[in-house]
């Protein structure tokens, strides 16, 4: 099974509304992540940040593999190849997203943010180079404008000058997703996106907690600063099952419908949602990231044109 539909002409050979579906897929997607980042800012006050990411994982495989459960009876989790997802999962996604908590240490969140912003890029080069994919010039310009506006979205004023391992812990977090994802489409074919997501997000775990282990090992203190009252367990289900486990299984199935590629121009307009939902909380709109989601949709448009 590939995961990009049409390798030759990208989405234009497939039927409107598979094409119509996948976008909307990715939106909710992102509409979802992007919920768990005003979440995460207020809990990161008083949790170290590697047992948050440890708890999000921990959560978000509790409520993925009931729905899997509930919808779909034992037989596919039984049936499932935990050992494939296992190392898929820890690799891509646990490492992953240690890695990305490490530039951000090593940098800031505004530089994370925009390097973040280059998942696009690297998801094209994933689909290229395994042949899923024959650039045209359409999807260039399209890559190009998810590329620009997802920096101006992300604000490039703000972009460290030393960037060094940050940047490279940053880069390579980027590549590890996308191969994750391109991977969990392509390996699990008779798995449906919840049960891709669940198998994948399982191997995340693990690497989680293994890493947790090992910081309390070597005497790094892991436990939040205060008690964990009910305010911080509606914060870290958000963050959890609505920012990593619904918004992984809808971008799964994006990605079985776009292909890696466009599925990932979505990301870019992330910045974008985060702004709507602190503007419902008494934040200021952003000119900056409203104009970068523009032409990061406008990339969206141009990439699948026929």
């Keep these: 099974m590939t995961t990009a539909p049409d390798p030759i002409g990208g989405t234009a050979g497939l039927p409107r509304a598979q094409v119509l579906g996948g976008n909307a897929l990715g939106v909710a997607s992102m509409v979802l992540w992007s919920a768990g980042f005003p979440a995460a800012e207020i809990l990161l006050a008083t949790w170290p940040p590697l047992t948050l990411i440890t708890a999000r994982f921990v959560l978000a ?134 049960g891709r997501s669940t198998v994948t997000l399982a191997g995340g775990g693990a ?22 009252d009910p305010a911080q367990l509606g914060l870290l289900a958000i963050y959890a099952m609505a920012g990593m486990a619904l918004s992984q299984v809808l971008f799964i199935a994006s990605v079985g419908r776009l292909g890696i590629a466009v599925a990932s121009f979505h990301i870019n307009i992330a910045p974008f949602y985060v702004m709507l939902i602190l503007l419902a909380l008494g934040s200021d709109w952003s000119w900056a990231q409203a104009i970068g989601a523009a032409i990061v949709g406008a990339g969206v448009i141009l990439s699948q044109r026929r």
């Design 207 to 228: 690497m989680t907690v293994a890493l947790l282990a090992g910081a309390a090992i070597l005497g790094q203190d892991m436990t939040p600063a205060t008690a964990i």
């Design 61 to 194: 495989l509790g409520l993925l593999i009931g729905l899997w459960l509930l919808l779909e009876g034992p037989g596919p989790l039984m049936r499932a190849r935990w050992g494939k997802g296992l190392r898929v999962g820890s690799i891509c996604f646990g490492l992953g997203a240690w890695l990305l908590l490490i530039a951000q240490d090593l940098t800031d969140p505004v530089t994370v943010a925009i390097i973040a912003s280059t998942c696009p890029l690297a998801a094209t080069i994933i689909e290229v180079a395994t042949g899923q994919r024959r650039l045209r010039a359409n999807f260039i310009l399209g890559l190009v404008f998810s590329l620009v506006g997802g920096i101006i979205a992300s604000g490039a004023g703000g972009l460290t000058a030393d960037l060094g391992l940050g940047a490279l812990a940053a880069v390579t977090s980027c590549f590890l997703f996308s191969w994750g994802s391109f991977e969990t489409v392509r390996d699990f074919p008779d798995l449906s996106a919840l």
